[in-house]
């Protein structure tokens, strides 16, 4: 974890307020556990452990993670920091067939950048839900033993058939009525892989009748014959997440459990089921609590894990860590920073209340931590040649850039002004149209950092395209010289020598959809894409970034903030992509 604390903030959301009552009352001043979590030497030592905080971020490795799980982790090692807790990394991989190392290292490698670890003194807090799978089995034959669970052989259909309504009470299965030595001998041929998959559950015994359908008998235990990427074949039962979560927590010894509001109707089983388990001697008090806060609701994006997988399966986007994504690995290509997300997450707060957050928010944040943190540089997205043809053929001058206008201890840079230079098509206009104050014919403009000039004609191309701009520096107008303001001008243009540029690709990204809300009402999701979303340029650039080093961050001057690829730039030739434009470009 971080080693840097932040201070509390004054105004505390409702979860904070929760753990500074808790804290107050010493509610989690315990005995200590010596042994891991679910091994058989974890025990009651009977040394009292400080009144601290345990939270926990557990993604389920099954995808990427995502901007809404940063969120989430700010939240969970936030709030351990912030008090003096611990917050573990517990990855919840009860289920085999949709989970794999690769998405584990991803996950791991995004907490990471976003600031926080797992490790605290001499205390790993890094957890992988398998490794309490033999103490799982014990808590369900516990609970069978009890008369809390049992084995069902309905089909899926008919599961789902007698589990009733809304409005409506569910039946009992036909094998409910079964003793708990049966429970227990069809409960380990289950285990020891006498059934086939699907054939048939464990499920707790609670109430068909309950008016929240999570309570009517939930399934605990399925038959499922895959490998585990922790496990491997040890296993051909393997328990659902809603009855691994909550042991998990109470075996780690977790004080809050943070959790997002689809969640909120199942926290009278995780409060049943430790319960059950504390009464059978498995569990000590205090137990867990789960709380619930709204998710991220983000406009022009796409949270959901099954739309993220099937745009990265059939290719509409360049893999998880494409930079359109809303994946901490697309973000983080795209030049997003943590320092922004931070500032995003402390803006839109913490509430029980779902409301949608408009996108620009957050783009919001990444300028102003950029505008803070990046340096400023040149870049000629749209390239088009000005010749100065009263300037000395061959020579070269210094001019002189700020590395950062609000940073002037950062110093500045020296740029060759030559004959030939490089400027953006868009600065010169053959007959202006009201309000331009950029080169036209017969114009005078000034080059930023260098000399007043004035246009003295162009050429065209057979179609009649501008190919080359001609002008004349005007010699005692040098930017930083006595008398540079001798002559007024309101334009002001930037360039880039063409003798000392660097011809670099640029990637101009954008928006992966093109509508606030996805899909919304009976439309594909998919016809929603922004099909330009992503435009590759060649672009002239100012010869210092050509020794950019991957993820390093500038301000393209006039043209927004930009980061040196992490996955294609290479040593002498980096690429570019646009992480943000210098302003909302998407406001109506």
């Known amino acids: 974890m971080s080693s840097e604390k932040t201070p509390i903030p004054a105004a505390s959301n409702f979860i904070r307020a929760i753990i500074e009552k808790d ?29 601290k905080i345990r939270t926990r971020f557990p993604p389920e490795p099954n995808g990427y993670l995502h901007i809404g799980h940063a969120k989430s982790i700010f939240l969970n090692f936030g709030l351990a920091r912030d008090f003096d807790g611990i917050c573990h990394l517990r990855f919840d991989d009860t289920n085999p067939e949709k989970e794999s190392q690769e998405y584990v290292d991803s996950i791991s490698d995004a907490v990471k950048w976003l600031g926080f670890g797992w490790d605290n003194a001499n205390e790993s807090n890094l957890y992988f839900a398998s490794n309490y799978f033999d103490f799982m089995y014990r808590a369900a034959e516990s609970l069978i033993e009890h008369g809390h669970a049992y084995v069902d052989e309905q089909s899926a259909d008919e599961m789902r058939i007698n589990r009733g309504t809304l409005t409506e009470a569910g039946k009992d299965s036909p094998f409910r009525g079964r003793t708990v030595a049966e429970n227990l001998a069809r409960f380990r041929e289950m285990r020891d892989g006498k059934h086939a998959d699907g054939s048939m559950v464990l499920r707790a015994k609670i109430d068909m009748a309950s008016p929240n359908i999570n309570m009517r008998d939930p399934a605990i235990y399925r038959v499922r014959r895959a490998r585990h990427h922790n496990t491997g074949d040890q296993w051909c039962i393997y328990p659902m997440y809603t009855f691994a979560h909550p042991i998990e927590d109470a075996l780690e010894r977790i004080t809050h459990s943070i959790c997002t509001l689809e969640f909120e109707d199942q926290r009278p089983f995780y409060d049943w089921l430790l319960e059950r388990l504390a009464e059978a001697g498995l569990l000590a008090h205090p137990l867990p609590k789960q709380y619930e806060f709204a998710r991220l609701n983000l406009t022009y994006v796409v949270l959901s894990k099954r739309k993220l997988i099937q745009l990265v399966e059939e290719k509409h986007v360049n893999g998880w860590d494409d930079p359109r994504l809303p994946t901490i690995a697309g973000a983080r290509r795209r030049g997003y920073t943590a320092a922004g997300f931070k500032l995003f997450t402390d803006r839109i707060g913490v509430s029980k209340a779902d409301s949608w957050i408009e996108y620009s928010i957050l783009e919001d944040c990444m300028r102003e931590v950029l505008n803070t943190d990046a340096e400023r540089r040149i870049a ?61 014919s017969d114009g005078m403009v000034r080059l930023r ?18 190919t080359v701009v001609h002008c004349e520096y005007l010699p005692d107008t040098k930017s930083g010289t006595p008398g540079s303001d001798s002559v007024k001008v309101k334009g002001n243009i930037h360039w880039v020598s063409v003798a000392h540029a660097y011809e670099a690709e640029v990637r101009l990204y954008d928006r992966l959809f093109k509508e606030a809300h996805p899909g919304e009402g009976d439309r594909d999701f998919l016809d929603d894409i922004n099909q330009n979303s992503v435009q590759v340029i060649t672009t002239q650039l100012e010869l210092s970034l050509k020794d950019a080093k991957p993820e390093e961050s500038f301000q393209f001057e006039r043209h927004g903030y930009f980061v040196a690829d992490r996955k294609d730039s290479v040593a002498g030739k980096p690429v570019f992509n646009r992480t943000v434009t210098l302003k909302d470009a998407w406001q109506k």
């Open 380 to 440: 000629v997205l749209d390239p088009i040649k000005l010749v100065i043809d009263n300037y000395p053929e061959g020579q070269s001058e210094d001019c002189f850039a700020p590395n950062h206008p609000l940073k002037p201890e950062l110093g500045k840079r020296t740029v060759q002004l030559t004959k030939e230079l490089w400027i953006e098509r868009e600065d010169f206009m053959e007959t202006p149209s009201k309000g331009f104050f950029r080169l036209t």
């Open 449 to 466: 950092y260098g000399y007043v000039v004035k246009c003295t004609g162009c050429e065209k191309d057979a179609d009649g395209n501008v």
């Open 23 to 51: 804290l107050s009352q010493s509610k989690y001043a315990t005995k200590k556990w010596a042994g891991s979590p679910g091994d058989a030497a974890h025990q009651d030592t009977g040394i009292v452990d400080a009144a």
